[in-house]
């Protein structure tokens, strides 16, 4: 009764909508930091960073107990957001200010990409974006193959002009 109840809640679009909501709230108390912010103001945004820590950690629990391990893990996005979470726990257990930390906090700006799983037309760009991926390397050695002849062409016609006085 309690998992079905559970998987009612999980499935729920009120649920996501609840969490994209929260992903926002969490991003724009990471945006809050600055440089020489005061020590109770960077503690309050690390205590509301643990909560949404914690919350985030709730939503997966209740996800992996609703939908079992297997389906959960069958989703590419719920694996990604299990990645993210795994990285933002040792913010939780670490209370010092190390920059390897600092770097898992960065990570979690992950969590924004949620949203585009709910919204179809960032969705669709997304996958353009993503599907071209393999010509932008290509466009890109191009590029740099056309700027390196103009570089060694450059270099051969004018490597012998001298430059002005005092120059």
């Given at each position: 009764l309690?998992?079905?109840?559970?998987y009612h809640i999980v499935s729920d679009p009120w649920f996501e909508w609840l969490?994209?909501?929260v992903i926002l709230g969490n991003v724009m108390v990471m945006s809050l930091e600055y440089e020489d912010q005061s020590d109770g103001y960077g503690?309050?945004?690390a205590q509301a960073n643990k909560v949404f820590t914690c919350l985030?950690?709730?939503?997966?629990?209740?996800?992996?107990?609703?939908m079992r391990p297997r389906l959960y893990?069958?989703?590419?996005?719920?694996?990604?957001d299990l990645l993210i979470l795994a990285l933002s726990l040792p913010e939780l257990v670490v209370s010092v200010q190390m920059q390897s930390v600092s770097v898992l906090r960065a990570l979690r700006i992950g969590r924004l990409f949620k949203i585009v799983r709910n919204a179809r037309g960032l969705r669709t760009l997304f996958n353009t974006f993503l599907a071209a991926?393999?010509?932008?390397?290509?466009?890109?050695?191009?590029?740099?193959?056309?700027?390196?002849?103009y570089a060694v062409l450059g270099i051969n016609l004018f490597g012998d002009i001298q430059g002005y006085p005092g120059s």
């Open positions: 309690i998992l079905r109840l559970n969490i994209m909501a503690y309050a945004l985030f950690l709730v939503e997966a629990i209740m996800k992996v107990t609703a893990w069958k989703d590419w996005w719920n694996r990604f991926l393999p010509a932008m390397y290509n466009v890109g050695t191009i590029l740099f193959l056309v700027s390196f002849v």
